[in-house]
């Protein structure tokens, strides 16, 4: 079946601008995961879902970011007067439930520059 | 608040060799995972265990809950393998929902 998209892949904004950036997650998978992964680095939890509610959005580093999932399934991470340290891949993942046995699915992830 | 530390950083190996790398972590944790992740930048889950060892083909990943260490072997590995292997623990001993990552472990499988 189909894996977890992302969209769009590559995204270049200026500074200042607002970006959303969109997950689709795999059907019938309750948890959805952000991360975002700056060059040469691991990548760094954001956010993550349990249904529609944010069950953890503490590492969402400022009040620029935020996200939602309203309907459970599709989530979207917006990112208000973009600034170049944004810059980054911005990873989703889904799992069946975010139970300690269910495998995370990552998506390819979008490719965030901000000039 | 987990921390995790990797071990190399990098790791070069010719083709047939026998490949160990090292996570280690600071607060006792429900599982860990390790995730593969191609030039290409697309991450695969390879493991999530809690105890013992598991094997996946010529993939080996062993923890110590006690010691609070994984280690990931490679058998016979190829150069197919090439890739950053990073791992990954929840942040505050929980669930899986909030992962702190290691820096990750580049290796380069020369033929």
């Known amino acids: 079946g189909a894996g977890v998209s992302q969209t769009p892949s590559n995204k270049v904004t200026e500074k200042g601008k607002y970006v959303e950036l969109r997950c689709d997650p795999i059907?019938?998978?309750?948890?959805l995961y952000w991360y975002r992964q700056s060059l040469g680095q691991g990548p760094e939890f954001l956010i993550y879902?349990?249904?529609?509610?944010?069950?953890?959005d503490s590492g969402l580093p400022n009040d620029r970011f935020f996200a939602v999932r309203p309907e459970g399934s599709v989530s979207t991470l917006k990112i208000q007067r973009t600034e170049r340290g944004d810059s980054a891949v911005y990873l989703c993942?889904?799992?069946?439930?975010?139970?300690?046995?269910?495998?995370?699915?990552f998506g390819p992830g979008t490719r965030l520059t901000v000039l | 608040k987990n921390e995790v530390e990797q071990s190399p950083q990098n790791l070069t190996a010719q083709e047939g060799e026998f490949i160990t790398i090292n996570c280690s972590y600071s607060?006792?944790?429900?599982?860990l995972h390790w995730l593969q992740q191609h030039p290409g930048g697309g991450i695969v889950s390879l493991f999530m265990?809690?105890?013992g060892k598991k094997k996946h083909g010529r993939l080996i990943a062993t923890i110590n809950i006690q010691e609070k260490h994984s280690s990931l072997h490679i058998t016979a590995s190829h150069p197919r393998d090439s890739a950053v292997y990073i791992c990954?623990?929840?942040?505050?001993?929980?669930?899986?929902?909030?992962?702190?990552f290691g820096k990750g472990t580049k290796l380069s499988v020369k033929p």
């Open positions: 993942a889904s799992s069946r439930t975010a139970g300690d046995a269910d495998t995370q699915y």
């Open positions: 059907s019938g998978h309750t948890a």
């Open positions: 879902f349990q249904g529609t509610g944010a069950a953890d």
């Open positions: 607060v006792g944790i429900s599982a």
């Open positions: 265990l809690s105890s």
């Open positions: 990954a623990v929840p942040n505050y001993g929980g669930s899986q929902g909030n992962l702190i």
